[in-house]
């Protein structure tokens, strides 16, 4: 079956970095876009970052634009974000998905990330 297993977060200050990771199965994930997804308390999940299959176009939502770096290894079938310069406002339980119509029941547990000082 379709699944989803996010890890690396954790509390961090302001300032500080993660390396999430996110381990896909149960679909070719080699011909599947993915992205980064995250969800902070009271709001609506947000589309953080993208990459193509194989890995050469990327994109992101300006607040991490800088920042941010996603990044796949397809012979794992796992997809990375490195996030540098963290900010409170970076706080949120972040996923991964392909965010094709067909993955959008498809969601893992996240994983947490708090920046605090």
């Known amino acids: 079956q379709v699944q989803f297993v996010e890890s690396g977060g954790g509390l961090v200050q302001p300032g500080g970095s993660l390396r999430l990771s996110c381990a896909a199965s149960?679909?070719?994930?080699?011909?599947?876009?993915m992205s980064w997804y995250r969800q902070a308390p009271g709001k609506e999940r947000e589309l953080v970052a993208s990459?193509?299959?194989?890995?050469?176009?990327?994109n992101y939502v300006d607040s991490v634009k800088g920042r941010f770096t996603i990044s796949r290894d397809n012979a794992k079938k796992t997809v990375y974000l490195q996030m540098n310069s963290l900010k409170p406002e970076d706080t949120a339980v972040y996923y991964c998905?392909?965010?094709?119509?067909?993955?959008?029941?498809?969601w893992g547990q996240g994983t947490q990330v708090t920046v605090s000082s």
């Open positions: 990459i193509s299959n194989g890995g050469a176009s990327t």
């Open positions: 998905n392909p965010g094709s119509a067909w993955a959008r029941n498809y």
């Open positions: 149960g679909f070719t994930f080699s011909t599947s876009a």
